[in-house]
């Protein structure tokens, strides 16, 4: 059955129609799918309240109400809410190890030999795909290059990262990416040295299943 991918508040029914869990989410579908992987025999049926554009203090707000009503009718709380052993858990997804390149061999600004903008330049023109995010591949450092990383993942198409608050081996990237690409934002993903967007943009490739192919078009 269809499930959205907007953001929005979830719960989930087993066969006999029996609540097992109340969720929120970012993205519903992709919680559904990694609840899928350790739950599947408790999942029959899902309810969903899509909240487009809703922050993370109406999401909480909206998933407390629906848990207080669950309460109030039955006593309790749904099993998958309870701590212990039967709680579900949103493990995240296996992310593949794979080093992030560095675009100096980090002596500092003041040793580049070569401007930031020529480094990105070549880099970009010489690997087919490359996401510039803040932190690693594995600690991402900021939700929306979580996102971006995901999603990456998600196709098994092969990329590389870089790291642009590694002032160490990426002096300065982190401003001169911005300059290169004409755009505001942090990550960024490249393919065949084209700037394809950001996670907004990335996020909606994926959502209208054009992702994969403008990634294995690169290969």
């Known amino acids: 059955n269809w499930v959205p991918s907007t ?4 719960a989930v029914f087993d066969e006999r129609e029996e609540l ?27 309810q969903v309240l899509e909240m487009p554009g809703a ?17 109030e009718e039955t006593g309790n709380i749904p099993v998958g809410n309870m701590k212990g052993e039967g709680q ?14 560095k675009l100096t061999p ?18 970009v023109k010489t690997k087919r795909v490359v996401a510039f995010i803040k932190g690693t591949r594995t600690q ?16 098994h198409v092969d990329y590389e990262t870089v790291n642009v608050l590694d002032e160490f081996y990426n002096p300065g990237l982190r401003e001169a990416i911005k300059v290169y690409s004409d755009w505001p934002t942090i990550p960024q993903v490249y393919v065949n040295g084209e700037f394809i967007g950001g996670a907004d943009i990335i ?3 994926s959502e209208k299943g ?10």
Request: charged letters at 25%; hydrophobic letters at 35%; proline letters at 4%.
């Open 210 to 219: 054009e992702l994969v192919g403008a990634l294995q078009e690169a290969e």
């Open 55 to 71: 922050s993370k203090d109406s999401l909480q707000q909206m998933w407390k109400s629906w848990i207080e009503s669950y309460a």
């Open 7 to 10: 953001p929005g508040v979830y």
């Open 88 to 101: 579900w858990v949103l493990n995240r997804p296996k992310v593949r190890a794979k080093e992030e390149i």
């Open 106 to 123: 980090g002596k500092g600004a003041d040793d580049l030999l070569v401007p930031m903008d020529k480094l990105i330049d070549s880099l």
């Open 203 to 205: 996020t909606e490739m």
């Open 20 to 46: 097992q869990y109340i969720g929120l989410s970012r993205r519903i579908s992709n919680s559904i799918e990694r609840h899928a992987e350790t739950e599947l025999e408790k999942m029959h049926s899902v």
């Open 140 to 155: 991402p450092e900021c939700g929306f290059s979580y996102q971006v990383v995901t999603l990456l993942n998600q196709t």
